[in-house]
């Protein structure tokens, strides 16, 4: 078993940033790909970027290219998000997410993901 909590959500206005935490605890020797993920009220949940525990290989939604960047510390069984240039569309709960099996390719599928965490809101005004 793993278990991830996310960190570091809230309120900022636009154009500005956020950095998201994820910390993995249990069985963690297991994670071969960890991701995130987000849910915006009403809408289903989508994928945003993953990175490989072993390598570090990225893999980026479109929306999120080039503001969005993922990172991890193997040593701390951390993964963060770094957000800038955040908009009203970026408005939803956060959803880090792991897998303890072999994923193909650099992302993460939703169906691939074994555990999750509890998800943090993060909310960006206009």
């Known amino acids: 078993q793993v278990y991830l909590e996310e960190s570091g959500g809230g309120l900022v206005q636009t154009g500005g940033s956020l950095r998201l935490s994820c910390a993995a605890s249990?069985?963690?020797?297991?994670?071969?790909?960890m991701g995130w993920f987000r849910q915006a009220p009403g809408q289903e949940r989508e994928f945003i970027t993953s990175?490989?525990?072993?390598?570090?290989?990225?893999y980026y939604a479109d929306s999120v290219k080039g503001r969005f960047t993922i990172s991890k510390d193997n040593a701390k069984n951390m993964v963060f998000l770094q957000m800038n240039s955040l908009n009203p569309e970026d408005t939803a709960t956060y959803y880090c997410?792991?897998?303890?099996?072999?994923?193909?390719?650099?992302?993460?599928?939703?169906?691939?993901?074994?555990?999750w965490g509890q998800g943090t809101q993060v909310t960006v005004s206009s």
């Open positions: 990175i490989k525990w072993s390598g570090g290989n990225e």
């Open positions: 997410a792991a897998a303890d099996h072999p994923t193909y390719g650099s992302k993460l599928y939703m169906n691939e993901a074994d555990y």
């Open positions: 249990g069985r963690t020797f297991r994670i071969y790909t």
